[in-house]
């Protein structure tokens, strides 16, 4: 019996765990999100121009799915369709560093890199 109740223990202990580790990985997202998006502003405020002038070598087409307008906080403008496409309610007075995500080849989201729409090749900068 007692060894049950050790057992009962043990996988209770295990998802607290597990459960603390996601809210650590989540957290770790929000905050390096944050903290990206100051570094975006900053960089577009003292550099518009070779930001307008990367933004040529980007290919690819935006693919809908919204993840960078929530990357650290869920943008207020974010809807999506019937399809699960996103959808900006503000589309044509949206933000300018919206239209430009991403504007370089260092310029994703940590977390979304590998799944944005849009690429540069390398040493493209």
Known sequence: ???LISKLE???WNQV???MHQLAHRIDIFCSAI???GKRRINYFFNKRAVHHSITKRSGNCLRCGRCCHASIKCQHLEYDENGLSLCK???QKPILC???PYNETDYFDHLR???GYKYEEGSL
């Open 17 to 19: 765990v597990q459960k």
């Open 35 to 37: 903290l990206f998006q």
């Open 114 to 116: 590998d799944t944005c």
């Open 99 to 101: 239209s430009l995500y």
């Open 1 to 3: 019996m007692t060894e």
């Open 90 to 92: 503000v589309y044509d």
């Open 10 to 12: 043990t996988k209770k």
